[in-house]
């Protein structure tokens, strides 16, 4: 069992910057790869960025140049530094790791951003 919780959301405005953190425990020896996605209004769940465990990473277009995702292996965390936020960026976000065949998904926390 693994679990996963997202901190660091919040209202930004056009511009700004916010960091969002995912705290893993539980089996956490079993982690290899993790992942940020985000779900808009209407839309469908999209994967953001990516990160193994040895810190290879890999990011959606939309978010190439302005979103960093990086781990601290011996804090059990990964962090997404979001920068130059724009309205579309609005989105619930979620961290989501798999281990085995089993997936696990974090809570989620709300970035909106509006002037």
């Known amino acids: 069992q693994v679990q996963l919780v997202e901190s660091g959301g919040g209202l930004v405005q056009p511009g700004g910057s916010l960091r969002l953190s995912c705290a893993a425990s539980?089996?956490?020896?079993?982690?290899?790869?993790m992942g940020w996605y985000r779900q808009a209004p209407g839309k469908l769940r999209i994967l953001v960025a990516h990160?193994?465990?040895?810190?290879?990473?890999n990011y959606a277009d939309s978010v190439k140049g302005r979103f960093t995702i990086s781990r601290d292996n011996a804090k059990n965390t990964v962090y997404l530094q979001m920068n130059s936020l724009k309205p579309e960026d609005t989105a619930v976000y979620y961290c989501?790791?798999?281990?085995?065949?089993?997936?696990?998904w974090g809570q989620g926390t709300q970035v909106t951003v509006s002037s």
């Open positions: 989501r790791t798999v281990v085995g065949s089993q997936e696990y």
């Open positions: 539980g089996s956490i020896f079993s982690i290899n790869a």
């Open positions: 990160i193994t465990k040895f810190g290879s990473t």
